[in-house]
Nanobody, 121 residues
Framework: QVQLVESGGGLVQAGGSLRLSCAAS????????MGWYRQAPGKQRELVAF???????NYKDSVKGRFTISRDNAKNTVYLHMNSLKPEDTAVYYC???????????????WGQGTQVTVSS
């Protein structure tokens, strides 16, 4: 059974920080790269960052130096530490596996409920 449960979002002032967590089922987490995605109102969902099973990371340019993705393989959990938040970071944030198919299809079969991040100016 695929399960993705995101948490940790909230309302924060610009310049503030949040830590998002995502508990994933073993079937989707184990040995897979994991990613954080976000969708702002009226916009397409976009990839924010991903981390391979070995711990290599990659970030969207606009979040480099501010966001850090990490994973705890023992807990099947992936995190997103967000610092120096900006109003343009406001979105619903989702986690999911990351595969190269994302760049073609921009979608997966299953998504969790996401967690809302709102950054006020």
């Amino acid at each position: 059974q695929v399960q993705l449960v995101e948490s940790g979002g909230g309302l924060v002032q610009a310049g503030g920080s949040l830590r998002l967590s995502c508990a994933a089922s073993r079937s989707i987490f184990s040995d897979n790269a994991m990613g954080w995605y976000r969708q702002a109102p009226g916009k397409q969902r976009e990839l924010v960052a991903f981390i391979t099973s070995g711990g290599s990371t990659n970030y969207k340019d606009s979040v480099k130096g501010r966001f850090t993705i990490s994973r705890d393989n023992a807990k099947n959990t992936v995190y997103l530490h967000m610092n120096s938040l900006k109003p343009e970071d406001t979105a619903v944030y989702y986690c999911n596996q990351f595969t190269m198919s994302w760049f073609i299809e921009n979608d997966y079969d299953y998504w969790g409920q996401g967690t809302q991040v709102t950054v006020s100016s």
